[in-house]
């Protein structure tokens, strides 16, 4: 296994979900964890909590991953301390709305698209030139079964995914001869903030998306996320695609 303690692992949209996921299992690892978030209390509570059950060092800001000159600005400012990246969870991201396309809120198509696709680029570009410059990185790229199959009202969203599997490989292929090392987690259905996030807080629209089969929970993703950053430095995990035993695909789920 390839040793995280006392490396830094940076991990966006930190707060909730996978992210906070995440940095508890990278915490219970031995790494530092460097997050970041747009909430600023859930960062502070999340930093204490590591600090309490696994004794990790952890650096916390808030960022949002849209604002191309303050993630440069970020990256660039970072404690020397924190500066060494070792692993990237590009994790920042979300779905709006489940509507047709001539129907598409136009907001919704570009939170979702500056947030999936291009913030996941700013923050890339912005880590991978340190990785390059030291000879030593991971970039772990949090996608979704929505980026290899689309589904009824997923236009746009399954578009974004679809373009993180594309930046993913795409990476891969510009890092090769170096020792840098590019994956891609994709999950089906998680049960985190996500639904309630796509239908703008209705608890009872959200509800129903997991309703009658045991979804994965945020832990899953984040055991998968750090198997792939634990293999051999000669073993890449390419791509991994997680899904809850009762789903096939997004459009085939046996519901009790």
Known sequence: ????????????????????????????????????????????ALQAELKKEFGATSHGFTLDVRDQPAVEKAVAGLPAAWAAIEVLVNNAGLSRGLDKLHEGKLDDWEEMIDTNVKGLLYVSRAVVQGMVARGSGHIINIGSIAGHDVYPGGNVYCATKFAVNAISRGLRMDLTGTPLRVSSVDPGMVETEFSLVRFRGDQEKAGKVYKGLQPLTPDDIAAAVVFCATRPPHVNISEMIVMPQAQASPLIVHRT
């Open 1 to 44: 296994m390839h040793s995280l303690r006392n490396k830094v692992v940076f991990i966006t949209g930190a707060s909730s979900g996978i992210g906070r996921s995440c940095a508890r299992a990278f915490a219970a690892e031995g790494a530092k964890i460097l997050m970041a978030a747009r909430r600023k209390d859930r960062l502070a």
